[in-house]
């Protein structure tokens, strides 16, 4: 009974219960099956063995990010690319349309997605007419990076059958001239969601083909395992994308770990045929009922009791009907599923908490381990109840570094200390799990762990300092804490006996080396199910 792989000689951050560090690792057939000193190892080497002699490099648990959008950020592939790093103003995002509408037939929908209005040279959201300037002949969405705000040009709102006189949706807004009424072409929340697919109702704008899903997936995946991703929660799967995940996984091709949030509208479904969360394989499971309550930190639609501090007429979006949100939290809790709702401002988490203190109340349920995604704008109040009900807190990890510089002047000093509250969660001992909401923002973990520990904005500024965590808090968030919040943790999250063997091999410790050279680390190999799916090419 030879190990299949080796590795020797460095430093193994196991993050088991007593943060034993190892010299170490043996695996066979995908799981770990001794770790220990070089010298314990060596012995179960065969002729057959790998043996990767690590040379001093440090070992960690593979890392999974708890929230982000892999089959929403497959589809964007095919998508004219409008992010921060790709354009600056409003006038090369029209180019970039332009440039696309030169090669895509004449009334097809023409996508373009990530632009931030907080960083664009006007400071503004473009408009339909601003679209209009690329062409008249396509429908056009351009999504913002938060993901809950979009423009349509003109051809685009005569399809959506947007005009002066649609009234908003029910959780959304359709932003107006105030002169004239007309639609501006920008749409928030529930606005932007009914023009995608629905249960029940043919979409709007006609969602990817499978293969082209598929090939977007998997070009992700090739980039998330050279960051050191071996499992995502993927936060929200519309049905073509869990027919896409099912094939890929029927090819054996699909090669990282997902665990799929299911949207509340398919709950009956699930229910009739008894798929409760945590059915599938170690590959592909199913994970919770997804329910959103308001909007983005990013797009200044999270729901607050306090207006935005550079806004005071702007207290957010509720995205849903609170009837609706007390009567899907009942009714997928008592069937035993897991949720996980999407909830950035006090207003959304504390509604969001009321509709789970009453669920509990009329069904009792141990180890629900419910999650709050993101939960953002908190206080003592809401940890001491997320403490005493046992949900779980799914924080962003790379948005104080990342979108920090615009969130301080959405939320000021005294809330922006509250804002992704690691260091109060684990002080209380509440498990928290970090997550990156790609593509609303970067995705290598990191990077994430560099922004949590230091607390620092991408222009130097401090983001709540007295949030910040170590790296070792850290490191658990993306590993043992996260494979907990998706109920895996006993094969998953740490280097132990009998776990998957999901690792990644680091240039430095991480633990060690000093906080602000953490987003420097690379990840040189890594290792999921005992295969060697990445290895960094070192130059001779």
Same mark, same amino acid.
């Given at each position: ?138 429908? !056009? ?27 908003? +949706? ?103 045929? &008894? ?53 899907? !939290? ?40 419910? &999650? ?36 301080? +002047? ?131």
């Amino acid at each position: 009974m030879f190990a299949d792989l080796i590795l020797l000689n460095g430093i193994i951050i196991t993050m088991d219960s007593v943060d034993t560090v190892a010299e170490a690792v043996a695996i066979k057939d995908g799981k770990i099956i001794k770790v220990g000193t070089s010298e314990e190892i060596t012995k179960d080497a065969g002729k057959e063995t790998k043996v990767i002699d690590l040379k001093g490099k440090t070992v960690a648990p593979g890392f999974i990010d708890a929230h982000q959008h892999l089959s929403m950020a497959a589809e964007h592939l095919a998508s004219v690319n409008c992010t921060p790093e790709s354009v600056k103003s409003i006038s090369e995002i029209v180019e970039r349309i332009r440039e696309r509408a030169l090669r895509t037939p004449r009334g097809e929908w023409i996508r373009c997605v990530g632009y931030d209005d907080t960083r664009l040279t006007e400071k503004k959201h473009p408009n339909r007419w601003d679209l209009d300037k690329a062409t008249t002949e396509h429908p !056009i969405i351009l999504t913002h990076i938060g993901g809950h705000t979009g423009v349509l040009n003109s051809k685009g709102l005569e399809l959506a059958n947007i005009t002066k006189n649609t009234l908003d +949706p029910v959780g959304g807004h359709i932003e107006r001239d105030p002169k004239t009424n007309e639609p501006t072409g920008v749409i928030h929340e529930a606005a932007l969601t009914a023009l995608t697919p629905s249960k029940g109702k043919p979409p709007i704008i006609p969602p990817l083909k499978k293969e082209e899903l598929m090939k977007g997936i998997k070009q992700l995946i090739e980039r998330y395992v050279k960051v050191g991703l071996t499992s995502i929660v993927d936060a929200w799967v519309s049905p073509n994308a869990i027919e896409a995940y099912i094939e890929l996984l029927r090819r054996n091709e699909l090669s990282i770990r997902v665990y799929m949030a299911i949207w509340y509208e398919y709950l009956h479904e699930l229910k009739t045929l &008894r798929l409760l969360t945590g059915f599938g394989n170690d590959y592909l499971r199913i994970g919770p009922i997804k329910i959103i309550v308001d909007g983005a930190m990013a797009g200044r639609t999270a729901a607050l009791y306090k207006p935005y501090t550079d806004n005071p007429d702007s207290y957010g979006i509720l995205a849903i009907d609170i009837e609706k949100l007390n009567e899907v !939290i009942s009714d997928a809790h008592e069937a035993g599923f897991q949720l996980a709702v999407h909830a950035n401002g006090d207003k959304a988490i504390d509604l969001t908490l009321k509709a789970f203190e009453k669920a509990l109340k009329e069904f009792p349920r141990k180890n629900h381990r419910h &999650r709050i995604e993101h939960c953002s704008v908190v206080n003592p109040k809401i940890i001491e109840r997320i403490k005493r009900l046992g949900i779980m807190p799914i924080l962003f990890a790379v948005y104080p570094y990342y979108h920090g510089d615009k969130l301080i +002047p959405a939320f000021g000093p005294e809330r922006v200390s509250w804002l992704m509250a690691y260091r109060s969660f684990l002080d209380e001992g509440v498990k928290v799990a970090s997550h990156s909401d790609y593509p609303c923002s970067p995705y290598p973990p990191l990077l994430g762990i560099y922004s949590i520990v230091n607390r620092v904005t991408m222009e130097g500024n401090p983001f709540g300092p007295e949030q910040h965590i170590t790296p070792k808090e850290a490191l658990h968030t993306y590993t043992t804490y996260a494979a907990y919040s998706t109920f895996e943790e006993n094969i998953k999250g740490s280097i132990e006996l009998g776990k998957l063997a999901d690792l990644v091999v680091l240039s430095e410790n991480p633990l060690t080396t000093p906080p602000k050279k953490i987003k420097d680390i690379d990840v040189e190999t890594t290792i999921i199910g005992g295969k060697i799916v990445y290895q960094k090419r070192i130059a001779a």
